[in-house]
């Protein structure tokens, strides 16, 4: 069963042994403690007996935002509440319609006509094939999903300005 309606849920190919909760905060600049008390909720009411798949970020390793605190906080929840669990800590995803990924937001930015913000710091863009083939080889405990370091000037010039397929 998916929990969710967004791009990673549309990702996901469903196995019947697996609840895969994909229903978290989708915008990781949000500070609205009502988006991250609804997801905290949404996860308790699940199937405590059920292979929980719970999609974190690797921003939980050492980002000091709201957003990566919260992460941390619903990993410990996972941890403490799904005795049968899965962690699956993303980093960028390259496919997909939200608004508020970083490559759609650089696309937005640029389709603007707007100078885009290029911090030097390092991202994990992943593919859906990536995404999938990790999925269909999850077997419990926790996994990062590194597939490729990039800054995000190099991002911005291969997923913006390239414009290739990102699927």
């Known amino acids: 069963m ?10 996901i190919l469903d196995r019947l042994d697996r609840l895969y909760f994909a229903s978290g ?4 600049v949000s500070a609205t403690e009502p988006e ?3 997801e905290r909720r949404l996860l308790l009411d699940q199937d405590r007996s059920a292979h ?9 390793y050492g980002a000091t935002t709201r957003y990566a605190q919260h992460k941390r906080e619903m990993e410990n ?9 899965t962690l699956i800590r993303i980093g960028n995803i390259t496919w997909g319609t939200n608004p508020h990924t970083l490559i759609n937001h650089l696309r937005a930015v640029h389709q603007r006509g707007e100078q885009p913000d290029l911090r030097p710091v390092y991202r994990y863009p992943i593919h859906l094939d990536e995404f999938r083939e990790c999925l269909r080889l999850e077997c ?11 800054t995000v000037a190099e991002i911005y ?6 414009v290739r397929e990102s699927a």
Request: aromatic share 10%; with cysteine.
């Open 77 to 85: 929840l996972v941890e403490r509440a799904f005795p049968a669990h």
């Open 52 to 60: 929980l798949v719970y999609f974190s970020s690797l921003c939980v």
């Open 2 to 11: 998916i929990i969710g309606h967004g791009d990673i849920a549309g990702a």
């Open 25 to 28: 905060v989708s915008n990781s």
């Open 36 to 38: 991250y008390a609804r």
């Open 140 to 150: 419990g405990g926790e996994i990062d999903l590194i597939a490729r370091r990039m």
């Open 157 to 162: 010039q291969e997923y913006v300005l390239n």
